[in-house]
């Protein structure tokens, strides 16, 4: 069941474009994959560091390219 959720192509899409799109809910859903399951992949693409650590995810270069996701809209 987790290989058909982990490799299902519309999730990979939507984690991709996402980082540009600004999409708060699939940065909290790829930390939710990345903490249950430890899984170290391209998958998230922009939202998570490739390989992952959190000290990566706190990384200025890489908040930088997760800005978008980390805005509020009022």
Do not use: Y
């Not at 708060?24 to 170290?40: C, G, M, N």
């Not at 390989?51 to 805005?71: E, M, T, W």
Request: glycine share 4%.
């Amino acid at each position: 069941m987790l290989n058909h959720v982990l490799e299902a192509p519309r999730l990979c899409e939507w984690f991709e474009g996402d980082a540009d799109a600004g999409n708060p809910d699939a940065l909290l859903l790829a930390l939710r994959i990345q903490e249950k399951v430890s899984v170290d992949s391209e998958m998230f693409g922009k939202i998570l560091p490739h390989p992952f650590s959190p000290s990566r995810l706190f990384a200025s270069d890489h908040l930088s390219s997760i800005i978008n996701c980390l805005k509020v809209t009022l």
